[in-house]
C-alpha cells in the first residue's frame, strides 16, 4: 500500500527517542520531510544523526519544550521557514508517565501532570494549525494511552488526564473537520526510554533485562507475552497521519499486544 508520503512534511514531538524516533524513521524511509523537537540538546543531536543516515537532509531537529508556549511558536516557525510555509502531520508525541496513588500525588504534581498532558497537545496543535492549513491533506495524531479508557490506581493521575485528552482530541476532531483529521493511538507497555530509565532502576540488579521485561510482560498479563518495540505503534502512528487514512478521524487505535479488558 502507497501511504502517499512522498515529500510530505511532518512534525514529532519527542522525537529524539524511543516511540517518536521511530516513527521519524519511518517517516523519512517513506519520502517525508520529518521535524522533530525535545528538551536535550545532547539526545536531540544523537538523534539527528540516526536520521540523517536513513534520509540525508531529510530532518530538521530543534530543541523545544512542548509546554514552553514561545519556544513552541519559533518551533513553528523555524518549521515553516524550512518546509516552505506547510505541515501535513503534526504527531503530538511528546512526554512520559508518572506512577504514583492518589495517597502519593501531591497537588503540585497534579497540576504537573495535567499540564504535561494537556498543553503537549494544545500548544503544538495551536502554534501549527495555520501550517496544517496549508496542506491539502493535514493530519494530527495525538500519542495516548490506553490508561485513557483503562485506568490503573498506581498511575492515578496520568491516567485521568489522558481520559481527558481523548475527550480533548475527539472535540477537535469535529472542530477541526473537514479539513484536518485528529486521531490517537492508544499504547500499552512499548519498550523505549522511559521503560529502560525504569529498568534501571530496578531493585534487584541482578535481573537481565530479559529477565525484568519477561517479568513485567507476566505481571501485566499481556496476552502477547511481551512489551511492544517502538517500530509498532510507530507503524500505527504514520498510517494515521498518512493520506491513506483519508476517512479516518476522530478514531483511536489500540497498540497493547491485546491488555485492554473492554470489548
Ligand atoms: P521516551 O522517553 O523514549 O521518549 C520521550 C520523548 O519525548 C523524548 O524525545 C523526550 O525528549 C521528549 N519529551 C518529553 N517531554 C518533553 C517536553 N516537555 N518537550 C519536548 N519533548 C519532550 O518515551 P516513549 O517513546 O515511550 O514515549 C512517547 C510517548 O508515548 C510519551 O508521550 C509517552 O507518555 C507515551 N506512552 C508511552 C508508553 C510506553 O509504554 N512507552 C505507554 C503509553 C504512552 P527530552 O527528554 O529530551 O525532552
Known amino acids: 500500500m502507497n501511504l502517499g508520503l512522498n515529500e510530505r512534511v511532518a512534525v514529532v514531538t519527542g522525537g529524539s ?19 522533530i523537537c ?44 524550512w518546509s516552505g510555509g506547510r505541515v501535513d502531520i503534526l504527531v503530538n508525541n511528546a512526554g512520559q508517565g508518572r506512577m504514583s496513588t492518589f495517597a502519593s500525588t501531591t497537588d503540585a504534581q497534579w497540576r504537573e501532570e495535567l499540564e504535561l498532558k494537556f498543553f503537549s497537545q494544545i500548544l503544538p496543535i495551536r502554534a501549527f494549525r495555520s ?22 490506581a498506581h ?14 482530541l475527539k472535540s477537535l476532531s469535529i472542530e477541526l473537520a473537514p479539513r484536518i483529521r485528529v486521531n490517537s ?11 529502560q530509565r525504569r ?10 533485562r530479559e529477565q525484568w521485561f519477561a517479568a513485567l510482560a507476566r505481571e501485566k498479563e499481556i496476552p502477547m507475552q511481551r512489551l511492544g518495540v517502538p517500530d509498532e505503534p510507530a507503524r500505527a502512528i504514520v498510517f494515521l497521519g498518512s493520506p491513506a487514512a483519508s476517512y479516518i478521524t476522530g478514531a483511536s487505535l489500540e497498540i497493547s ?6 470489548i
Open 131 to 152: 501550517l496544517l492549513e496549508a496542506s491539502d491533506a493535514p493530519a494530527i495524531v495525538g500519542v495516548n494511552s490506553l490508561l485513557s479508557i483503562q485506568p490503573e
Open 199 to 208: 529498568f534501571e532502576a530496578r531493585a534487584d540488579k541482578a535481573q537481565s
Open 155 to 168: 498511575m492515578v493521575c496520568t491516567s485521568a488526564a489522558r481520559a481527558g485528552v481523548q475527550s480533548l
Open 17 to 35: 527517542s524511543g516511540i517518536g524516533l521511530a516513527a521519524a524513521k519511518l517517516l523519512l524511509a517513506d519520502g517525508a520531510k520529518v521535524a
Open 38 to 81: 525535545g528538551r536535550n540538546a545532547d539526545r536531540l543531536a544523537a538523534a539527528k544523526t540516526e536520521l540523517d543516515a536513513v534520509r540525508p537532509g531529510g530532518t530538521l531537529a530543534s530543541v523545544c519544550d512542548v509546554l514552553d508556549a514561545a519556544a513552541v511558536a519559533s518551533f513553528a516557525r523555524e518549521v515553516g521557514a
Open 185 to 195: 493511538v492508544l499504547l500499552g507497555l512499548v519498550d523505549s526510554g522511559q521503560w
Open 257 to 262: 499486544g491485546g491488555v485492554s479488558r473492554h
